[in-house]
T-cell receptor
């Protein structure tokens, strides 16, 4: 058990829907990350939060909107997504940014 | 551009075999190299390597870093079907917030 939880585990949404992914870490870490994992591609870093402040946005389209209310919680708000956004979205945390990261189980997203 | 390349991309062996997975990197300012195992969903941490030539070992798994060759290997001896997974290599960059991941090696162990 990793100490990083994600909900929902699976999500199917239409292109006009608005949904949110949630991540929670119980490890006392100060940095949290969102990654996208598509088939046959390396993990793609999307966002980094360090002590609740966003420190990296890896040229992510504005239809993905992150929110970090505190060091333990991270959200990814989704709106007007495209079918090519279908992927596994992984959350991770680390004691400080750039250190060893511990991953949640991911949310498998399908956009129809 | 920072880059991490793993080989092979896919490997199928029989239970009991020994496998060696490779990871090479080209990065601006190396800090560390990490190996993860991804079975169904969450990648789980295996090793972090920072010093060249020092082997890290955990049961049947071991890994070593070669900073001169800009590479690392992950060895698994006496493989079991439970070792079937995608093995991810990632490199941490000094002064940066992120890890750069390779594309992974999909390892399948047949009984």
């Amino acid at each position: 058990e990793t100490g990083v939880t994600q909900t929902p585990r699976h999500l199917v949404m239409g292109m006009t829907n608005k949904k949110s992914l949630k991540c929670e870490q119980h490890l006392g870490h100060n940095a949290m990350y969102w990654y996208k994992q598509s088939a046959k591609k390396p993990l793609e870093l999307m966002f980094v939060y360090n002590f609740k402040e966003q420190t990296e946005n890896n040229s992510v389209p504005s239809r993905f909107s992150p929110e970090c209310p505190n060091s333990s919680h991270l959200f990814l708000h989704l709106h007007t997504l495209q079918p090519e956004d279908s992927a596994l979205y992984l959350c991770a945390s680390s004691p400080l940014s750039g250190e060893t990261q511990y991953f949640g189980p991911g949310t498998r997203l399908l956009v129809l | 551009e920072d880059k991490v390349v793993q080989s092979p991309l896919s490997l199928v062996v029989h239970e009991g075999d020994t496998v060696t997975l490779n990871c090479s990197y080209e990065v601006t300012n190396f800090r560390s190299l990490l190996w993860y195992k991804q079975e169904k969903k969450a990648p789980t941490f295996l090793f972090m390597l920072t010093s060249s030539g020092i082997e890290k070992k955990s049961g049947r798994l071991s890994s070593i870093l070669d900073k001169k060759e800009l590479s690392s290997i992950l060895n698994i001896t006496a493989t079991q079907t439970g070792d079937s997974a995608i093995y991810l290599c990632a490199v941490g960059i000094m002064g940066a917030q992120k890890l750069v991941f390779g594309q992974g090696t999909r390892l399948t162990i047949n009984p």
